[in-house]
Nanobody, 115 residues
Framework: VQLQASGGGLVQAGGSLRLSCVVS????????MGWFRQAPGKRRELVAD???????NYADSVKGRFTISRDNAKKTLYLQMTGLKPEDTSVYYC??????????WGQGTQVTVSS
């Protein structure tokens, strides 16, 4: 399985971005998926996840601002981010949602929010 995240960039505080993650192979539709982020010097954290049936969960820090979704036909995971804050600055990755073993992480996509 290969994970290709894209859509990051530089945005001002309060702005929006939409991240995408294309998952190669046939495993996407049968796995819960998550968006993770890692800021310099910090541990990687799960910010949102979505089950196979579409149930979503969010970290408190992004609840009400981020929306995770999936398109099984396109094998693509999305993260719509609004109301971005400087503390959202991180490299964002997609992967299988816990508690299952992660696939190789790929390069992720950088999101930088200026104040």
């Amino acid at each position: 399985v290969q994970l290709q995240a894209s859509g990051g960039g530089l945005v001002q505080a309060g702005g929006s971005l939409r991240l995408s993650c294309v998952v190669s192979g046939s495993m996407f539709s049968i796995n819960g998926m998550g968006w993770f982020r890692q800021a310099p010097g910090k541990r990687r954290e799960l910010v949102a996840d979505i089950t196979v049936s579409g149930t979503t969960n969010y970290a408190d820090s992004v609840k009400g601002r981020f929306t995770i979704s999936r398109d099984n036909a396109k094998k693509t995971l999305y993260l719509q981010m609004t109301g971005l804050k400087p503390e959202d600055t991180s490299v964002y990755y997609c992967n299988r949602a816990p508690p299952y073993a992660y696939w190789d992480w790929g390069q992720g996509t950088q999101v930088t929010v200026s104040s």
